[in-house]
């Protein structure tokens, strides 16, 4: 599925789901089907239980994989769910998923996605970004030449911030400015020049 974009197969039970993992967008997103209750007196009133059924099994994806995205200093997001603090900021996390595509059917059933942002995760993880007193930083940074494997958490030039992997660097950002690589380890990616700060999106350039 290319740089960006990664899918995650769950065995789970009734089925084999999918939970697609798009590094580019930064987000995780997952669909669920809510099946209208045919008992129901009309397909009206059988589509809000059906939508609630669909973002469920939305939702029963999404926590299904988010343990398997890789960390940035290694292994995965399962490996630090025995944190009950973590555990409860992840779950939250999934509760507050987000709509991006619901298709009501002329049944009343529902197929609705879901998305996790992975900025939501990393915070999760780390706790929320904090600023400075002057939030002058700048809104965009691009990283060029980045040649590590997307996961959650790295730092740009010391800076814990949040990041979108892309093969190709949008229109929108043409005008940001440009980091070089000088190394990159153990989560860590040192730039030549150190610019930005919490509230900096990095675009991670491979």
Known sequence: MGV???AVILALTGGTAQ????????VVTASGIGIADRHAPSPAAAREPARR?????ARVKLAAALPSLPL???GKLAG???DAAIKARIEAVVAAALTVDA???TDGSWNVTLAVPLEAVRQALVGPRVLGKADDDPAVVIVDGVTAKPAIGYTVGGVAGATLWVG?????????PHLHISSINAGAIKTTVNEGGPSTLYLLVK
């Open 4 to 6: 960006a974009r990664t």
């Open 19 to 26: 939970a697609d993992v798009d590094w580019a967008k930064g």
């Open 53 to 57: 059924a669909a973002e469920d099994a």
């Open 72 to 74: 940035a200093t290694g």
């Open 80 to 82: 630090k769910l025995g």
């Open 103 to 105: 298709i009501p059917q």
């Open 168 to 176: 190709q660097l949008p229109a929108w950002a043409k005008d940001a």
